[in-house]
T-cell receptor, first 114, second 110 residues
Framework: ETGVTQSPTHLIKTRGQQVTLRCSSQ?????VSWYQQALGQGPQFIFQ???????GRGNFPPRFSGLQFPNYSSELNVNALELDDSALYLC?????????????FGPGTRLLVL | EDQVTQSPEALRLQEGESSSLNCSYT??????LFWYRQDPGKGPEFLFT???AGEEKEKERLKATLTKKESFLHITAPKPEDSATYLC???????????FGEGTQLTVNP
């Protein structure tokens, strides 16, 4: 067990809707990263937060946004959902900021957009 | 552009048949190469971190090695419970994001 939890486990939305996915990091982990994993592919980096500030972003449009809260929880928000947004969304946490630390992943949220 | 390539895409082994998975990378200033195991529908589970060429790490039937251009995950006498997708990822100096390969889907038949 990594101590990283995500909710919900599964979600079905329709195109154009908005969705919020939640992650609870391990206590003491100040960095949270979000990844999108399409079926049969490796995870793709969406963005990262350190102490509630964005600390890097991948090649994802602005309709993907995030928040991190002081209690080690975080959110991934996706607006105007598209069919291609269907994927497993993973969050990962580590204690510090960057460095050579290992990122520990949660179980993921499976999003299906119809 | 930083790239991570894993091979083969899929591998079928008989129980007890040892083999190796490959992860080749082209990055500037590697700051860690990571191996994860992922079961279907679940999040990646951390296995190893390697930082410098020549480094090796072992855990049960798994052994990871690193050179300047690639890493190998050696599986000795695998069991059916080793069946999973094995992901390789690298971290570069410009941030702590991980860049993943596409994974190798390993199936071990009894």
């Amino acid at each position: 067990e990594t101590g990283v939890t995500q909710s919900p486990t599964h979600l079905i939305k329709t195109r154009g809707q908005q969705v919020t996915l939640r992650c609870s990091s391990q206590s003491g982990h100040n960095t949270v990263s979000w990844y999108q994993q399409a079926l049969g592919q490796g995870p793709q980096f969406i963005f990262q937060y350190y102490r509630e500030e964005e600390n890097g972003r991948g090649n994802f449009p602005p309709r993907f946004s995030g928040l991190q809260f002081p209690n080690y929880s975080s959110e991934l928000n996706v607006n105007a959902l598209e069919l291609d947004d269907s994927a497993l969304y993973l969050c990962a946490s580590n204690p510090g900021r960057g460095g050579e630390e290992t990122q520990y992943f949660g179980p993921g949220t499976r999003l299906l957009v119809l | 552009e930083d790239q991570v390539t894993q091979s083969p895409e899929a591998l079928r082994l008989q129980e007890g048949e040892s083999s190796s998975l490959n992860c080749s990378y082209t990055v500037s200033g590697l700051r860690g190469l990571f191996w994860y195991r992922q079961d279907p529908g679940k999040g990646p589970e951390f296995l190893f971190t390697l930082y410098s060429a020549g480094e090796e790490k072992e855990k049960e039937r798994l052994k990871a090695t690193l050179t300047k251009k690639e890493s190998f995950l050696h599986i000795t006498a695998p069991k059916p419970e080793d069946s999973a997708t094995y992901l390789c990822a690298v971290r570069i100096p410009s941030g702590s994001r991980l860049t993943f390969g596409e994974g190798t889907q390993l199936t071990v038949n009894p």
